[in-house]
């Protein structure tokens, strides 16, 4: 009979091979799970490749899939380190980084050095919120608008004077308008780059003289005059023809002052001894708004400065008497102007030019004192000082001239003399840069008087 059942207890080590097993094969069932463990190998065992998974053919060789690897860490010495191409970047035991050069990071955007301020020309590459540091100053600055060649530079913190485009000061032309002697609608330019004579490029949309005016970077703009009129008008600078009719002022006025600032033009005081400071946008055609009040109305003062924060203006006729005070007030809000010094003549319908550091008063209507050019700081508030003559033919001085500022002089054209009481076609200009008389550097078209504040471009 055969045994159905062997005992193991009673077999000893090694009776059994596979030849005693029926089928002479060793199956799946016949193996407990998890009962082959390591010690059940005999160290010349082979196992068939075919039966492992995820490991080289050989411990030796570095082909092992890395996917394979989910747990634990290469040394160092499995890892290609270094700072030229190809090479992984380690952080040494402080997890600072190797000394690298600079200019091999991308996407890294840091501040600009330098030993002088941004201008408005900069253009940086960073485009909009490009920092700037001035390292001679200390002063920083955050680029706003990068439109080219009219950067709007922000000062950083309790820092004063943003660098933003001296839309008052221009590169290319200076423009009057209108004008009395002959009647005249006429838009006059002239050039800046070269001295010449002005040409006749386009008509007001109403003809009108003693107006005020101001600048954006693409138009010019007229405002004001006799008649009394309330009318703003502007055309392009670089198309010129029959200005537009883009909105009103708050009311009519002859001989108010006319100041620019970024994105808006400004009229100040009038006949009648205004005292209202209004404002209108160069962004959006419309009215103007009432902004402020003058420190003293004020009727036929200077045709107007302006500074990068501030609007100002000198002398003119106040309630009973003439006055040489100059009056500042603030672009940015709605404070009243204040007196923050004097002329150190008192004249009335005087010209007006603006640097980037100095406002100029020019000759006026109080002789004979009249052919002065003065000038008066926006950094401190003080009085201003006698620097230089404007051009006439006798020596005498001018009223009622048309004014333009480049970045380097200031221009009168026109105007009265003084001492004929005819008006005149001479272009003058005064440096910025150096106190001293003008110079004749060409004539206006025609004759004319009784302009006033003019553009620039």
Same mark, same amino acid.
Request: glycine share 14%; aromatic share 8%.
């Given at each position: 009979?055969?045994?159905?059942?062997?005992?193991?207890?009673?077999?000893?080590?090694?009776?059994?091979?596979?030849?005693?097993?029926?089928?002479?094969?060793?199956?799946?069932?016949?193996?407990?799970?998890?009962?082959?463990?390591?010690?059940?190998?005999?160290?010349?065992?082979?196992?068939?490749?075919?039966?492992?998974?995820?490991?080289?053919?050989?411990?030796?060789?570095?082909?092992?899939?890395?996917?394979?690897?989910?747990?634990?860490?290469?040394?160092?010495?499995?890892?290609?380190?270094?700072?030229?191409?190809?090479?992984?970047?380690?952080?040494?035991?402080?997890?600072?980084?190797?000394?690298?050069?600079?200019?091999?990071?991308?996407?890294?955007?840091?501040?600009?050095?330098?030993?002088?301020?941004?201008?408005?020309?900069?253009?940086?590459?960073?485009?909009?919120?490009?920092?700037?540091?001035?390292?001679?100053?200390?002063?920083?600055?955050?680029?706003?608008?990068?439109?080219?060649?009219?950067?709007?530079?922000?000062?950083?913190?309790?820092?004063?004077?943003?660098?933003?485009?001296?839309?008052?000061?221009?590169?290319? +032309?200076?423009?009057?308008?209108?004008?009395?002697?002959?009647?005249?609608?006429?838009?006059?330019?002239?050039?800046?780059?070269?001295?010449?004579?002005?040409?006749?490029?386009?008509?007001?949309?109403?003809?009108?003289?003693?107006?005020?005016?101001?600048?954006?970077?693409?138009?010019? +703009?007229?405002?004001?005059?006799?008649?009394?009129?309330?009318?703003?008008?502007?055309?392009?600078?670089?198309?010129?023809?029959?200005?537009?009719?883009?909105?009103?002022?708050?009311?009519?006025?002859?001989?108010?002052?006319?100041?620019?600032?970024?994105?808006?033009?400004?009229?100040?005081?009038?006949?009648?001894?205004?005292?209202?400071?209004?404002?209108?946008?160069?962004?959006?055609?419309?009215?103007?708004?009432?902004?402020?009040?003058?420190?003293?109305?004020?009727?036929?003062?200077?045709?107007?400065?302006?500074?990068?924060?501030?609007?100002?203006?000198?002398?003119?006729?106040?309630?009973?008497?003439?006055?040489?005070?100059?009056?500042?007030?603030?672009?940015?809000?709605?404070?009243?102007?204040?007196?923050?010094?004097?002329?150190?003549?008192?004249?009335?319908?005087?010209?007006?030019?603006?640097?980037?550091?100095?406002?100029?008063?020019?000759?006026?209507?109080?002789?004979?004192?009249?052919?002065?050019?003065?000038?008066?700081?926006?950094?401190?508030?003080?009085?201003?000082?006698?620097?230089?003559?404007?051009?006439?033919?006798?020596?005498?001085?001018?009223?009622?001239?048309?004014?333009?500022?480049?970045?380097? +002089?200031?221009?009168?054209?026109?105007?009265?003399?003084?001492?004929?009481?005819?008006?005149?076609?001479?272009?003058?200009?005064?440096?910025?840069?150096?106190?001293?008389?003008?110079?004749?550097?060409?004539?206006?078209?025609?004759?004319?008087?009784?302009?006033?504040?003019?553009?620039?471009?």
């Amino acid at each position: 009979m055969a045994i159905a059942k062997i005992e193991r207890d009673g077999i000893e080590d090694g009776a059994i091979d596979g030849s005693k097993i029926l089928d002479g094969i060793l199956g799946a069932t016949d193996i407990p799970n998890d009962s082959l463990t390591n010690a059940k190998f005999s160290n010349s065992a082979v196992i068939p490749t075919s039966k492992l998974t995820g490991l080289a053919t050989s411990a030796t060789t570095d082909t092992t899939n890395a996917t394979n690897i989910t747990s634990g860490s290469l040394a160092t010495a499995r890892v290609d380190v270094g700072t030229t191409a190809g090479k992984i970047l380690q952080v040494d035991g402080s997890g600072n980084l190797p000394a690298v050069d600079g200019s091999l990071l991308t996407g890294v955007v840091g501040a600009i050095k330098s030993s002088s301020d941004p201008t408005i020309s900069t253009n940086p590459s960073g485009g909009v919120g490009t920092e700037w540091h001035n390292k001679t100053t200390g002063q920083m600055y955050i680029c706003t608008d990068a439109t080219a060649g009219a950067n709007v530079w922000s000062n950083v913190g309790a820092g004063s004077g943003n660098i933003v485009p001296y839309f008052f000061q221009g590169t290319q +032309y200076g423009f009057v308008y209108g004008g009395t002697y002959p009647t005249s609608a006429d838009i006059q330019k002239w050039s800046f780059t070269s001295d010449g004579n002005a040409t006749d490029v386009g008509d007001q949309s109403v003809q009108r003289q003693s107006y005020s005016a101001s600048s954006s970077a693409t138009y010019g +703009y007229c405002h004001g005059g006799a008649g009394p009129s309330n009318v703003i008008d502007k055309f392009q600078f670089t198309v010129g023809g029959t200005m537009t009719d883009v909105g009103n002022l708050t009311a009519a006025r002859t001989y108010p002052s006319g100041m620019t600032s970024n994105g808006y033009g400004w009229a100040a005081g009038g006949a009648g001894y205004l005292n209202v400071i209004e404002r209108y946008s160069h962004t959006s055609d419309g009215n103007s708004t009432d902004w402020a009040d003058l420190f003293t109305g004020t009727s036929a003062a200077s045709n107007g400065v302006s500074a990068t924060d501030y609007g100002y203006t000198a002398g003119g006729a106040a309630p009973g008497t003439n006055t040489n005070t100059i009056q500042k007030f603030v672009f940015a809000t709605q404070t009243n102007g204040t007196d923050v010094g004097d002329l150190l003549y008192i004249v009335s319908q005087s010209g007006a030019t603006s640097s980037s550091t100095h406002g100029y008063i020019m000759g006026g209507n109080q002789a004979p004192t009249t052919n002065t050019i003065q000038k008066f700081p926006y950094a401190s508030d003080s009085n201003s000082t006698d620097v230089g003559d404007i051009f006439s033919d006798n020596g005498k001085g001018i009223f009622l001239p048309g004014n333009a500022s480049s970045t380097t +002089y200031g221009y009168r054209a026109g105007g009265d003399d003084v001492a004929g009481g005819t008006a005149v076609n001479v272009i003058d200009k005064h440096s910025f840069t150096t106190d001293g008389n003008a110079t004749d550097v060409g004539n206006l078209a025609h004759v004319q008087n009784y302009m006033g504040q003019g553009s620039q471009y």
